[in-house]
T-cell receptor, first 119, second 116 residues
Framework: EAGVTQFPSHSVIEKGQTVTLRCDPI?????LYWYRRVMGKEIKFLLH????????ESGMPNNRFLAERTGGTYSTLKVQPAELEDSGVYFC?????????????????FGPGTRLTVL | AQSVTQLGSHVSVSEGALVLLRCNYS??????LFWYVQYPNQGLQLLLK??????LVKGINGFEAEFKKSETSFHLTKPSAHMSDAAEYFC??????????????FGQGTTLQVKP
């Protein structure tokens, strides 16, 4: 079974440009999460999808960040325009979902992350 | 609000020595607790989890952790360190009961160095 994949693995952009990160969760996982780790800080929650619906986006830094999850499958996170403080590693994670077999503890499976550098 | 504190951003041990990585949590509801490991250039991998069953939890690669409610701790241990254990370790608590999100709240991470 394929794990969570993220694309690209690295992205280097200029301040003011736009970048789109993609996450493909494990097939059949209803929950999809985005997290971010800024250098030297802890990993922080950004938002949570249940299928195609945003369940919680309380961690999104500001309106320069836009996340979508088309058809409840893959998700994209767009940063427009990018600022220097957006640099960091963006992780995606997925889980089966409560109420489904094996989903009771909401174990999350993480992708390798996308390292974003804004110059 | 839930939170996690990992004591020590860097821990160094000799190969064969005991590994002890400390994690304390704060939660107003019974927590679900997790330890993840990140090897260089890889994603986060689940080591073990506590979900209100046995308080001593065994994970992969010889690691284990004990949930101590009275101390609000979930320290990670391994009796004998291997060079391959060198990585960054993250303790996390899930807010599954406080909300319907189940998001993870992470500690700051502890980098484990294993010396030959």
């Amino acid at each position: 079974e394929a794990g969570v994949t993220q694309f690209p693995s690295h992205s280097v952009i200029e301040k003011g440009q736009t970048v789109t990160l993609r996450c493909d969760p494990i097939s059949g996982h209803d929950n999809l999460y985005w997290y971010r780790r800024v250098m030297g800080k802890e990993i922080k929650f950004l938002l949570h999808f249940v299928k195609e619906s945003k369940q919680d986006e309380s961690g999104m830094p500001n309106n320069r960040f836009l996340a979508e999850r088309t058809g409840g499958t893959y998700s994209t996170l767009k940063v427009q325009p990018a600022e220097l403080e957006d640099s960091g590693v963006y992780f995606c994670a997925s889980s089966i979902g409560w109420g489904r077999p094996g989903g009771g503890d909401n174990e999350q499976f993480f992708g390798p992350g996308t390292r974003l550098t804004v110059l | 609000a839930q939170s996690v504190t990992q004591l020590g951003s860097h821990v160094s041990v000799s190969e064969g020595a005991l590994v002890l990585l400390r994690c304390n949590y704060s939660s107003s509801v019974p927590p679900y607790l997790f330890w993840y490991v990140q090897y260089p250039n890889q994603g986060l991998q689940l080591l073990l989890k506590y979900t209100s069953a046995a308080t001593l939890v065994k994970g992969i690669n010889g690691f284990e952790a004990e949930f101590k409610k009275s101390e609000t701790s979930f320290h990670l241990t391994k009796p004998s360190a291997h060079m391959s254990d060198a990585a960054e370790y993250f303790c996390a608590v899930s807010d599954y009961q406080a909300s319907n999100t189940g998001k993870l709240i992470f500690g700051q991470g502890t980098t484990l160095q294993v010396k030959p």
